[in-house]
């Protein structure tokens, strides 16, 4: 089916552990988007890729890196995980390079880190 | 303040009722996004408006950009819309970045 692809849905860290969150669309859409959904918040962007070779900070960037390998593909890295960090993920991608279209979310990655 | 505002925060109703949900900004917007979070997680656009109205099966959603209020109307509730309702605005000035409300947590009873 077309859509996002995260992977993996489930992951329990050690502090300091690292760790790659991977998402790809097959919707050939050019922007791509990390965020984080906490207890009692809003959804809070990670970073983002306008188009495929840009990557820029979100609100939250600190802790994490990114890339993008590809059109399709955005990976999101945790270089020393903190328990800080335990959330859950969401990719999203839009098919213009702006959030004034539709988007679509992959199904989330639950992550704890302990 | 929070720059997008939802109420109510928690809405139970009865099988068949006519729900609506609001959503209230106070930034300039180039669109606003209604969202659906089911209890497993997912995340699911339901709408994406910059001006007047969408229908889609029981859902209804409108925006008044004078006003800078938005609604989420399901008519004919049903058990299985139960979820979180999430209202997120586009921002002019960035448009890559949502800001997002606090979402709605639905409960339709049979």
């Known amino acids: 089916n077309a859509g996002v692809t995260q992977t993996p849905k489930f992951q329990v860290l050690k502090t300091g552990q690292s760790m790659t969150l991977q998402c790809a669309q097959d919707m050939n859409h050019n922007s791509m988007y990390w965020y984080r959904q906490d207890p009692g918040m809003g959804l809070r962007l990670i970073y983002y890729?306008?188009?495929?070779?840009?990557?820029d900070k979100g609100e939250v960037p600190n802790g994490y890196n990114v890339s993008r390998l590809n059109k399709r593909e955005f990976s999101l890295r945790l270089e020393s995980a903190a328990p800080s960090q335990t959330s859950v993920y969401f990719c999203a991608s839009t098919l213009k390079g702006q959030m004034n279209t539709e988007a679509f979310f992959g199904q989330g990655t639950r992550l704890t880190v302990v | 303040k929070n720059e997008v505002e939802q109420s109510p925060q928690n809405l139970t109703a009865q099988e068949g009722e006519f729900i609506t949900i609001n959503c209230s900004y106070s930034v300039g917007i180039s669109a606003l996004h209604w969202l659906q979070q089911h209890p497993g997680g997912g995340i699911v656009s339901l709408f994406m408006l910059s001006s007047g109205k969408k229908k889609h099966g029981r859902l209804i959603a409108t925006i008044n950009i004078q006003e800078k209020h938005s609604s989420l109307h399901i008519t004919a509730s049903h058990p299985r819309d139960s979820a979180v309702y999430i209202c997120a605005v586009s921002n002019w000035d960035s448009n890559y970045q949502l800001i997002w409300g606090a979402g709605t947590k639905l409960i339709i009873k049979p």
């Open positions: 890729s306008a188009s495929e070779g840009t990557t």
